[in-house]
Nanobody, 129 residues
Framework: QVQLVESGGGLVQAGGSLRLSCAAS????????MGWFRQAPGKEREFVAA????????DYADSVKGRFTISRDNAKNTVYLQMNSLRPEDTFVYYC??????????????????????WGQGTQDTVSS
């Protein structure tokens, strides 16, 4: 069992940056692949970024490639999403997610919502034009 708590959301002007953090409880954070998703009211949750259990591989939605960076710090039980060059269309509630992964699949990234086992409560990011 792991609990996830996101932070770092807020209001920013277009072109600005935000860094989201997702702190995980427990002592087995390094056993999880992590992901970030986002959702607008009335819309389906969509994939943003993912990082493998071993941190060696990442993947991004086309809409954020080159602007967002996912990273993890296992010593701090935290995954980050650095968001640069923000646009008004990046306004969403952002969620982090965790998937328990066997050691042998440590280099795999997961981009589908249904693959994840645990979710945070979400953090609102608003980008003004």
């Amino acid at each position: 069992q792991v609990q996830l708590v996101e932070s770092g959301g807020g209001l920013v002007q277009a072109g600005g940056s935000l860094r989201l953090s997702c702190a995980a409880s427990g002592r087995t954070f390094s056993s999880y692949a992590m992901g970030w998703f986002r959702q607008a009211p009335g819309k389906e949750r969509e994939f943003v970024a993912a990082i493998s259990r071993n941190g060696g591989r990442t993947d991004y939605a086309d809409s954020v490639k080159g602007r967002f960076t996912i990273s993890r710090d296992n010593a701090k039980n935290t995954v980050y999403l650095q968001m640069n060059s923000l646009r008004p269309e990046d306004t969403f509630v952002y969620y982090c997610a965790a998937k328990a992964v066997n050691f042998y699949y440590g280099g795999v990234v997961y981009t589908s919502m249904g693959e994840y086992d645990y979710w945070g409560q979400g953090t609102q990011d608003t980008v003004s034009s």
